[in-house]
C-alpha cells in the first residue's frame, strides 16, 4: 500500500477511527480549535508532502460547520504539496436540494460540490447521493458507493416469512427495485406529496400493489423528520401488512423524529452510521449496521 494518511473532521470521529482500524492506521493528527469569535482554525500536525491524504468528514448537523471545516482543512493540506487529496463524505448534507424546487431557490447540492472542488479535493468517495444525478454536479471523480448490501445483508437475517420491499416515494423507486432484486421479493411504490410552501412535511398516500398479511421492508436513503417513514409505515399498517422493518442509509433524525419514528408501528429500523447518534437517540427499534468496510475498502482501491 503506498504512503497515505487519513484525518478526520469533527462531524463523524468513531466511523473514522473504525476505518483508519481497518486500515491498520490511526487518524492523522490535526488541531480543530476555534478563534473567540467561533472561526475554524484547523492546523494540519502531520507531513502530508507527496502524500495520498483522505479526509472524512460527514456534512451532517451542523452542515454548515462541516462543510466549512473540511474544505479549510483541505486548504490546509493542499498548501503542503499532497500527492492527492480525496474527500470521503459518508453523508452529503444538502443533496436533497438538488433541483430548483421553485423560481428563486438555489440548487444548493451544486454550489456544495463546487465548494469541495474549490477547496482543491481532487476526488471524492461519498455513499448514497440522495439522487445520482448529483454526480454531474463534480468535475471531480466522485465514487458514490451504496450501503445497499450492508443493509440487505442484515435484513437476510430476520428472516421475514412474506416479504415485500416498498419504496416510499416515487422518486425511491430505483432503490427499491435494486434491493427488491438483491433479496429476490416483491415490490410495491407508495404516492408521496411535499407542500412547497411547509417544510419538511410530507403525507403518504395509495399503495400501488398488495401488501395484505405481507412484511414491508420500506427502503429510503435519508431519515430527517421521520414523516415519510411514519406516514408509510401507519398506511402500510391500514393496509394490513404483518410487519413493517425500514431500511435507511443516513439517519439525520432532526426535530421530533426519534418520537415519531417510536411512537410508529414500525417493527425495526435499520440504519448506517454515516451520521453518528448520540446514545440519547438510541431506542429499541433502532439498530445500526456500519459502513466502515465500504470506505475502508474504496479507500484501499486507490491507495493499492
Ligand atoms: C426524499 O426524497 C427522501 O428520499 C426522504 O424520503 C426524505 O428526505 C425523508 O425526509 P423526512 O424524514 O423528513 O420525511
Do not use: C
Not at 410552501?197 to 400501488?208: G, K, P, V
Amino acid at each position: 500500500m503506498k504512503d497515505f494518511l487519513l484525518f478526520s473532521g469533527t462531524s463523524n470521529i468513531p466511523l473514522a477511527q473504525a476505518v483508519a482500524k481497518l486500515l491498520h492506521t490511526t487518524l492523522g493528527k490535526v488541531d480543530l480549535s476555534r478563534f473567540a469569535d467561533g472561526e475554524i482554525r484547523p492546523w494540519i500536525q502531520e507531513d502530508v508532502r507527496d502524500k495520498m491524504v483522505f479526509v472524512l468528514e460527514s456534512l451532517s448537523y451542523p452542515m454548515d460547520e462541516h462543510v466549512m471545516e473540511l474544505a479549510l482543512m483541505g486548504d490546509a493540506i493542499r498548501r503542503s504539496a499532497p500527492k492527492n487529496m480525496i474527500a470521503v463524505i459518508p453523508y452529503m448534507g444538502y443533496a436533497r436540494q438538488d433541483k430548483q424546487h421553485r423560481a428563486g431557490e438555489p440548487v444548493s447540492a451544486r454550489v456544495i460540490a463546487k465548494f469541495i472542488e474549490v477547496s482543491k479535493f481532487k476526488e471524492v468517495i461519498t455513499v448514497d447521493l440522495h439522487n445520482d444525478a448529483i454526480v454531474g454536479f463534480f468535475q471531480i471523480p466522485v465514487s458514490n458507493i451504496s450501503a445497499l448490501d450492508v443493509l440487505a445483508s442484515t435484513v437476510k437475517k430476520l428472516s421475514l416469512p412474506h416479504p415485500v420491499v416498498v419504496s416510499p416515494d416515487v422518486g425511491g423507486v430505483k432503490r427499491a427495485r435494486n434491493l427488491a432484486y438483491v433479496l429476490d421479493v416483491p415490490m410495491v411504490v407508495m404516492e408521496k406529496k411535499r407542500f412547497l410552501d411547509r417544510h419538511d412535511t410530507s403525507e403518504s398516500f395509495q399503495i400501488i400493489g398488495d401488501v395484505k398479511g405481507m412484511d414491508a421492508i420500506i427502503i429510503d436513503d435519508v431519515i430527517s423528520t421521520g414523516g415519510t417513514i411514519a406516514n408509510s409505515a401507519a398506511s402500510l399498517k391500514e393496509a394490513r401488512t404483518t410487519s413493517v422493518t425500514v431500511l435507511a442509509s443516513h439517519a439525520v433524525l432532526a426535530g421530533e423524529a426519534v418520537r415519531k419514528l417510536s411512537d410508529s408501528p414500525i417493527n425495526i429500523l435499520i440504519v448506517t452510521d454515516t451520521i453518528p447518534l448520540s446514545k440519547e437517540i438510541v431506542f429499541p427499534k433502532l439498530r445500526v449496521v456500519s459502513v466502515a468496510s465500504l470506505l475502508a475498502d474504496a479507500i484501499s482501491s486507490v491507495i493499492k
